[in-house]
């Protein structure tokens, strides 16, 4: 245990947005409908009674919806078929044929039962054109728009007690991807607002050079409580390999994927562009999330070692209001050939080339780096419209390196720019735990990799409140090449940098505006700084002009203990590890908040490396489909009743919920020395959030 300087006093102070994260990761839950629109997830009488084989209204709208019912081993396609006691056969022919539209102001719902294997369904049809306003709660960062009368497809309810797949045992909805690409594309098509929620899919995208689970189409879609299972396993990872297709030739507007479960998934797990503006594409939210990757292993093929290991998300171009929330991303590289190849391990979410408006928050990065900005690649977004990938935030998240034994960065920005305006701007980096074991391999806690090979604006750069444990190279990392311009604002402050092999901070050069202080460094690594290698403290104070009122030890005695106990619920702690600080363990059920031309979608832009060109694959550039709003100002409002299931943790398996008894703090790291510093408190409201 280390005993803290009897000279210094360490301090907690509550985050200003409020509260200890929600659980993460996907959860199984029997109901995760609000039909009846009120705000609370999974009532019997007025949201699980959709598919029941019996209830013609199921939102209670007074309105008969158009249910459509399918099974896939007993019944037969034909013109009149949909009735529960004559199904049709397969869902192509439900979503294709037997849809008759909105126009008659009821909602197409298809049912279906048994083993399904749709190839590429196209819906013919989507829901009524009318909304609803979800309020920001918890980790969101804005107010989210669903359909309020959705066409859907669900998994039947074939015994009627209000249970659905594939929490409810007696009933089996599943897509079999055995030897098809992808399941479902609303990509090109008229199907906006309609959910997709309550079964199983797997096997799809292990043949060919493309494929995954979903292509997006236009507007409001939902898409919840879905377990996959092996898409795109042991697979190369090209550009069109996606789970979650975002390319089109429309602007996609107000996406929402809620609690889904990802097993044994390779290629990307989100990956698409918005267009070159004006128009915007956006927003999109992935909340409540467990993948675990299972790409190939390096080695196996040239296809495999040319590709990247597996991606969380990449997006560029013109859109906005993207959100990865209480989520955990695992890329399990346990017995994964990964070798020296250079883009070969597990990345985490990517903000590149003109996107805008990200907010990562709340998840585990298992394994995976955590995030990627760059601004510039050639041939995408560097014309008239270019503009800065900006208004990052990447905030309260466990970002742990266990076994992957790769020298990576648990944060990259990459600016590049070769054209003016496209360069990495605003980006927020606060209150996120970064741990490695020796085993682990982590390098950096922040790399702010190369700069831009055009004078560029320098947007603030802030990394705060955050711990970074056991960095085998440099905790913070700032590196810019001989011919290039590097970046010249930074804030960094309150921060604890512990465990390290290398330097605390290593900087190639001296920004020009390098904000630092109230910083803790503890144990034996030195500092770099203009070049300069191995400063100790002092020196290194001296020559950056920072770092006033921060401390160093060399035996890592100034660094405080945060651990289980101490009444705060830590990123990297949930109700599994630490009841104590983050409430009682409760079983999960019902209840939680609601909140193609399939042939490659490819690109060979927006690329790591800041080379290559881009197209969007099929369906062209995109054109003008409107601006995109986001539902609303940002908050934490109110939101729907989140009821007792909401996932899990750091172990995504175990489906923990944390009862409301877990103390509701954050901790922000601050000291107190000799009664000369005083305690810092760093607000970051939702409402600083732009978009």
């Known amino acids: 245990m280390r005993v803290p300087l009897l000279t210094i006093v360490f301090a907690l102070a509550p985050l200003a947005h409020a509260a200890a994260g929600p659980p993460r990761g996907y959860a199984e839950r029997a109901c995760g409908f609000d039909l009846d629109d009120d705000g609370t997830v999974g009532e019997a009488m007025d949201d699980c009674r959709v598919c029941d084989g019996i209830t013609t209204d199921p939102d209670g709208d007074g309105v008969d919806e158009d249910l459509i019912y399918v099974d896939c081993g007993t019944g037969s396609d034909d013109a009149s078929c949909g009735a529960p006691d004559n199904p049709c056969a397969t869902i192509t022919h439900a979503l294709e044929t037997r849809m008759d539209g909105p126009g008659d102001g009821a909602e197409d719902i298809v049912c279906f039962s048994g083993t399904c294997s749709p190839d590429a369904v196209r819906p013919q049809f989507g829901g009524l054109a009318n909304t609803r306003v979800v309020e920001a709660s918890g980790s969101e960062a804005r107010d989210f728009g669903l359909a309020a009368d959705p066409a859907m497809l669900v998994g039947w309810d074939r015994d009627g007690d209000g249970e659905y797949p594939p929490f409810d045992v007696d009933d089996e909805a599943v897509l079999d991807g ?223 390196f266990e076994t992957l034994g790769k020298p990576i960065a648990a944060t990259t920005l990459q600016p590049v720019g070769k054209v003016a305006g496209a360069n990495v701007g605003e980006v927020t980096i606060t209150n996120n735990i970064f741990r490695s074991t020796p085993a682990g391999g982590m390098r950096n806690c922040l790399n702010y990799a190369a700069g831009n090979e055009v004078d560029q604006p320098s947007e603030l750069l802030t990394f705060e409140d955050n711990r970074c444990e056991g960095s085998q190279g440099e905790g913070v990392r700032l590196i810019s090449p001989a011919n290039a311009n590097p970046h010249h604002n930074y804030a960094i402050h309150g921060n604890v940098f512990s465990d390290g092999a290398g330097h605390f901070i290593s900087a190639a050069y001296g920004p020009s505006s390098y904000d630092a202080d109230s910083n803790i460094y503890g144990g034996a690594p030195v500092f770099r700084w203009q070049g300069a290698n191995n400063l100790d403290f002092a020196a290194f104070r001296a020559a950056s002009g920072s770092d006033a009122n921060s401390v160093y030890c060399d035996d890592e005695s100034c660094v405080p203990v945060v651990a289980c106990g101490d009444g705060t619920c830590d990123p990297d702690e949930d109700c599994i590890s630490c009841p104590e600080d983050c409430g009682e363990i409760d079983d999960p059920g019902a209840g939680d908040d609601d909140d193609d031309d399939d042939d490659g979608a490819d690109d060979d832009g927006a690329d790591e490396s800041g080379g290559g060109t881009a197209t969007e694959g099929d369906g062209g550039a995109s054109t003008d489909w409107g601006p995109a709003t986001d539902g609303g100002p940002a908050g934490t409002g109110d939101g729907e009743d989140t009821g007792d299931a909401s996932g899990s943790s750091l172990d995504d398996e175990a489906g923990c919920t944390c009862r409301a008894n877990g103390n509701d703090s954050q901790v922000v790291f601050g000291l107190a020395l000799l009664g000369l510093v005083a305690v810092r408190r760093r607000a970051h409201h939702n409402d600083n959030l732009r978009g």
């Open 178 to 400: 055995t030897g098809l690409a992808r399941a479902i594309s609303v990509r090109n098509s008229s199907a906006s607002h309609f959910e997709f929620a309550h079964f199983e899919a797997r096997e799809y995208g292990r043949v060919g050079n493309a494929g995954g689970f979903y292509a997006q189409g236009p507007s409001h879609n939902y898409v919840h409580d879905i377990e996959l299972e092996n898409i795109n396993r042991e697979m190369p990872t090209p550009s069109g390999r996606i789970v979650f297709d975002f390319f089109s030739s429309q602007n996609n507007h107000y996406f929402w994927a809620k609690n889904i479960d990802c097993r044994d998934c390779g290629g990307y797990f989100v990956r698409g562009a918005g267009g070159n503006g004006p128009a915007e594409a956006g927003p999109f939210r992935f909340q409540g999330i467990s993948l675990t990757m299972h790409p190939c292993s390096y080695g196996t093929s040239a296809a495999c070692d040319a590709q990247p290991y597996g991606v969380v998300a990449k997006l560029w171009g013109y859109m906005r209001g993207v959100e990865f929330l209480d989520s955990v991303f695992d890329g399990d590289p346990t017995n994964r050939a990964l070798g020296n190849h250079p883009s070969h391990w597990p990345s985490g979410v990517g903000a590149v080339n003109c996107a805008q408006d990200f907010v990562v928050r709340n998840n585990t990065f298992r394994d995976v780096d955590g995030l990627f900005v760059q601004g510039y690649a050639a041939g995408f977004c560097d014309g008239p419209e270019v503009r800065p990938t900006s208004e990052v935030w990447f905030e309260n998240n466990y970002v742990v």
